[in-house]
């Protein structure tokens, strides 16, 4: 199994910029995908990102999203620029290992984006 915990939500000004983290439990290598959903009230969850062998975006964000990992610090990261209104939600990690079915996700982290 792998537990996943997300930091580094919160409060920022339109325009503005926060970097998002996903602590996994065990040695990143074993986890082939690692990624981001995020859901906004009354909206269903909606796909952010991934990074496997490479990355991947969601039409939303490209541009001013970078997903990246560092294995040697179990961690992934979910650098967020130029902010929208519209990005307003809360964001999840997710990771899927290798030779694992499932999928483990985190509990989430809370991005507002409001002047």
């Known amino acids: 199994q792998v537990r996943v915990v997300e930091s580094g939500g919160g409060l920022v000004q339109p325009g503005g910029s926060l970097r998002l983290s996903c602590a996994a439990s065990r040695v990143i290598e074993g986890i082939v995908i690692m990624g981001w959903y995020r859901q906004a009230p009354g909206n269903q969850r909606e796909y952010v990102a991934a990074?496997?062998?490479?990355?991947e975006y969601a039409d939303s964000v490209k541009g001013r999203f970078t997903i990246s990992r560092d294995n040697t610090k179990n961690t992934g990261y979910l650098q967020m620029n130029s902010l929208k209104p519209e990005d307003t939600a809360v964001y999840y990690c997710f990771a899927r290992v290798i030779g694992d079915p499932n999928t483990y996700w985190g509990q989430g982290t809370q991005v507002t984006v409001s002047s």
């Open positions: 990074i496997g062998s490479g990355t």
